[in-house]
């Protein structure tokens, strides 16, 4: 794919939808960075649902803390992993409070050294909370990068280092909230929606379904 087609493929990205950010509901760094922990393998719904209830009542490293392991539990049950989640949430919360001034911190090393955060939910925080040009490479934008071939590669640090590089810098503080809508509403995993798609004719998808 050309640079010129890039071009194209997010400025009607852009024109579509010229301030996109994430599904998650967050008011703070902190509730960003939790929700984020939260959202592996669950959808940013379930996610809601579950911090509705739980950042009224906790929403800072010492409040959570405060509700400990077991109380924490009992707010995020319906998401899955949810055992595993809290540990890490609990964790991190702890070492906000004794490293960080109970603040999140805003560069990348620092973050993957929270439990439970990796390299796409510090990316999902640098971007979101702090805006830094960051892309988180979940499915939705595995998928899109390599069927658009607007970045394909075998794995999601591939992809994600050749989004940096091909995505030209005016887009790429909102190319990946651009990508991750496009696969989770039009870009499907099934069955793209190519007949709703305002990229389809600069896409190229060999197997494109149209209705």
């Known amino acids: 794919m050309n640079k010129?087609?890039?071009?194209?493929?997010?400025?009607r990205l852009r024109a579509e939808n010229p301030?996109?950010?994430t599904e998650l509901n967050y008011k703070t760094p902190f509730e960003l960075l939790v929700a984020v922990t939260?959202?592996?393998?669950?959808?940013?719904?379930?996610?809601?649902?579950?911090?509705?209830?739980?950042?009224?009542?906790a929403n800072t490293p010492e409040k959570i803390l405060a509700l400990g392991e077991t109380g924490l539990k009992k707010h995020i049950k319906t998401i899955g992993l949810y055992n595993s989640k809290a540990a890490n949430v609990i964790k991190t919360c702890k070492m906000l409070i004794d490293k960080h001034n109970s603040l999140v911190p805003q560069n990348r090393e620092a973050l993957e050294a929270l439990p439970g955060v990796g390299r796409k939910t510090a990316n999902v925080v640098l971007n979101t909370a702090f805006g830094h040009p960051?892309?988180?490479?979940?499915?939705h934008i595995?998928?899109?990068?390599?069927?658009?071939?607007?970045?394909?590669?075998?794995?999601v640090l591939e992809v994600e280092?050749?989004?940096?590089k091909f995505i030209p810098e005016e887009f790429k503080l909102d190319a990946h909230h651009w990508l991750i809508l496009h696969g989770r509403y039009i870009c499907v995993a099934r069955k793209?929606?190519?007949?709703?798609?305002?990229?389809?004719d600069l896409c190229e998808y060999k197997d494109k379904v149209y209705g």
């Open 161 to 164: 280092k050749k989004l940096e």
């Open 38 to 57: 939260l959202s592996a393998q669950a959808t940013d719904k379930g996610v809601n649902k579950a911090t509705a209830k739980l950042f009224p009542v």
């Open 134 to 139: 960051t892309i988180a490479v979940d499915t």
């Open 142 to 155: 595995f998928r899109v990068s390599n069927r658009t071939k607007v970045a394909p590669g075998k794995n």
């Open 4 to 11: 010129q087609k890039r071009i194209e493929i997010f400025t």
């Open 19 to 21: 301030t996109p950010t």
């Open 192 to 200: 793209p929606k190519c007949d709703a798609c305002i990229i389809e």
